[in-house]
């Protein structure tokens, strides 16, 4: 049984194919679903997540929305603009220092939709169980029903999202006639993996699902994965095997760390807009687009005919990252027009 959930996102997203690309690498066809175009301002993978996320919310009749990330948290921006839409007040506790300029990308729309921001430096953020029950006391003493929703709305509630989207993936792959070897989607919070692997497993769709970790070991994001499915069988009264649930996580893509990528990943950025008009971002699909090629290259996928690449949104972020593009403006004008 599906819980209640709104209808914040555009769905169907579509599923395209990339035939540039898939020239270009001579191996498996490759097709991207565009959740980056689950909304403008609220674009992305968390969308799919908080429509059942805020359904909760609301159901407890909650008046405040509480939740964390990084400065550029793609989640936080979502929640925000969302929070605006439905009349909630939203509250960001933000991993990081506050910017000397004035704030950009996610940061700049969690401002302009009134969001309240708390910014704290990493020695303090990693307290943040403190931090959140220090604001759930704040707003209750003061009459408000505060509802804490998780780091990228990565629980046994919002993996609903991706649970819920792999009948519309079917559905799609029916429709062109084709049959994925693998689904293919950057690991940040673990949620998004989840929902797809869960999904792929209870409709017998014989699909690896696999993630490319952007922050975390395979070891960690195993675990994270395994507490949100156990999460949403408690939750709903649900069993599943997990010895049958196959979770597949590659960490050989992380570069520096979360956030951080290597210019060979801005390289795969600017690479693919030209190429094929997508626009990635550093942080999540630049980083495990970047991963997916060259496990293509390496042959990894050696025998498969069609791979998915789950676009989880992202563009806001790779404004405040711009300067490692590396990017200058060029003229080709030639002479005056009369």
């Keep these: 049984m599906i819980p209640d959930k709104l209808n914040l996102a555009q769905l169907p997203t579509p ?14 066809r490759i097709w991207v679903k565009r959740d980056d175009l689950t909304g403008c301002a609220a674009s992305g ?47 960001l506790i933000l991993r990081g220092e506050p910017p000397e300029q004035p704030p950009d990308g996610n940061l700049l729309l969690d401002s302009l939709v009134g969001a309240e921001i708390s910014c704290y430096p990493q020695n303090q953020y990693q307290h943040l169980p403190e931090l959140i029950a220090h ?4 707003y209750r003493s003061r009459g408000r029903k505060p509802f804490v929703i998780p780091t990228g709305a990565s629980d046994g509630i919002g993996i609903w999202g991706y649970l819920h ?86 960490d050989r893509y992380i570069g520096p760390g979360y956030g951080r990528a290597t210019a060979e990943v801005f390289s795969t950025i ?38 998915v690449f789950i676009h989880t949104g992202g563009l806001f972020g790779l404004y405040a990252q711009r300067d490692e593009l590396g990017i200058q403006l060029k003229s080709s004008a030639s002479g005056l027009i009369e």
Aim: charged fraction near 20%; proline fraction near 2%; charge should be negative.
């Design 270 to 307: 600017r690479h693919m807009a030209s190429l094929e008009g997508l626009i990635l971002d550093p942080v999540y699909t630049g980083k495990a687009f970047y991963g997916l090629i060259q496990e293509i290259k390496a042959g990894a996928f050696q025998g498969a005919s069609d791979i």
């Design 45 to 91: 993978n968390k969308v799919r997540k908080l429509e059942f996320v805020l359904a909760r919310a609301i159901a407890e009749g909650a008046d405040t929305l509480l939740t964390c990330g990084g400065l550029q948290s793609n989640h936080c921006r979502a929640t925000a603009v969302l929070g605006a839409q439905l009349g909630l007040k939203v509250h």
């Design 165 to 250: 989207s792999v009948s519309e993936l079917a559905c799609q792959f029916r429709e062109l006639e084709i049959k994925p070897d693998a689904i293919v989607c950057a690991t940040g919070s673990g949620g998004t993996q989840a929902g797809l692997t869960l999904g792929c497993h209870l409709s017998q769709l014989d699909i690896s699902v696999v993630g490319f970790a952007v922050c975390d070991d395979a070891a960690y994001f195993h675990n994270k994965i395994r507490e949100d499915i156990s999460d949403w069988t408690r939750r709903y009264g649900t069993s599943v095997d997990m010895t049958q649930v196959a979770i597949q996580v590659n």
């Design 15 to 28: 599923l395209q194919f990339l035939p540039r690309l898939s020239a270009e690498l001579a191996g498996p």
């Design 135 to 138: 604001w759930l006391d704040f």
